[in-house]
Structures are given as C-alpha cells and as structure tokens.
C-alpha cells in the first residue's frame, strides 16, 4: 500500500509539528505549509490524498485557500477552526470543506478524521469515480457522464461526441494502456469501419484542447508499439 501524503496548511509551527507528528506515527507521510498562497501553488504542482486546513493563515485564509483548490480539485479537505459560528459556512457549497475540527483538538482525533474522511473517499489517490454524482475526476480534469461535459481547471473543453467518449474511456482507468483497435472500438462501436489513424488525429485533437489549459503537463501519453494512456500520475512530483 503506498503512503498517504497529508498536506498540512498551518502557520502555528507549534500545532503544526505536534499534527505532523501523529499523522507521521499513523504510517502519513506529510508535508507542512505556513502561507495560504503558496499552499495553493503546491497542491497545484502536486496533489496530496489530504488537506487539513487551518482557518486563521496570513495573506490568504483557509476559506479562501479551500475555494481556490474546489476550482481545480476535489482533494479531501479538513478544516481546523476555533471558530464554531463558521462551521455550517465550511460545510456548505459555499467553501467545499469535507469536514471540521474545532481548536483545541487533541492529536488523536485529527488522525481519527483523518482516517475517516479518507475511508470514505476513493482509494486510487489522484482520481475517483463519483457514482453519485457520475463524475471522473483526474487531478483537474473533470468529466461529468451526466451531462457530457469535460472541465479543465473549471474551464469547459469543447469536445465532440468521439472526443468525449474518448476522454471517457481513457479517464475510467488512469495508467492502463490502451490500443488503437481497442479505442477505436469503444469509441465508434465494434460495428464501425474506422482506421487507426481516426483515433490518432481524435488524440492529437484532444491533446490540443486539453493543452490550452495545462500547457506544461502530458496527459496522454503515447506508449510506442502499444497505444494510449492517461498519465494518471501526472500530479505525483513524490
Ligand atoms: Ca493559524
């Protein structure tokens, strides 16, 4: 099983250390981050499994941390708050936290939250499939079943329909090579007549809608003699 990276965006060093220490005893490996702005920076270059975030940092706060990272993550996030009147604003759509601790807390039950909210995601760290709510998520590629729409960075691609079922089947399982004859297929129907070099140009296509968003990252990898894969670790820099 591999480690679990819990980020922890707090400016009390003390706190901090006594937090990272736990989660460290507890098998997480994880990393510490004083400043709301460059937190968000890091979780953009390298998605962690967990965010326990504080409210009251300098520059930019917690609430406005947690909004920020919703527009391009679903990453869990824990909010520490000594603040009980702010507790249904974190919870709800407004900030998108996934639950809260309330200052003090003891060691303890952080890690037992911490636990709990990562049972209650998906295991594969950097995507899930959201049966509720029919969505793949990638990191910050967001494809909703329901209404054929794919978002990148909350920017909405436009796609036509093999595009998308495209994206669908390389999104579904992130890291699996699949061959041209197999895309084709899943892409057009077995009953089709199509070539091999229709599902490259779909690639090049998609590559370069996808790449107006996220310039500096290869997400479809070409896999020489084999195929195509979704680089599914695309925001693990570990
Ligand atoms: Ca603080």
Known sequence: MTQKHIL???DEQKIAAILKDYLEKSSYRVTIIGR???AVVQVRKSLPDLILLDIMLPVMDGMAVCREIRKFSSVPVIMITAKVEEIDRLLGLEIGADDYICKPFSPREVVARVKAV???????????NDAVCGHLILGSIV???ASHRVTVNSKELELTPSEFRLMQVLISQPGRVFS???LLARV?????????RTIDSHIKNLRKKIAV???DQEIISTVYGLGYKLNYAMNDTS
């Open 188 to 196: 057009q129907g077995y009953d089709f007549e199509g070539y091999d």
């Open 213 to 215: 968003h996220l310039p």
């Open 36 to 38: 709301g702005d460059q």
């Open 118 to 128: 990562l049972r209650r995601v998906n295991p594969e760290p950097f995507w899930g």
């Open 143 to 145: 494809l909703d079943e």
């Open 180 to 182: 041209r004859d197999e």
């Open 8 to 10: 922890i965006i707090e």
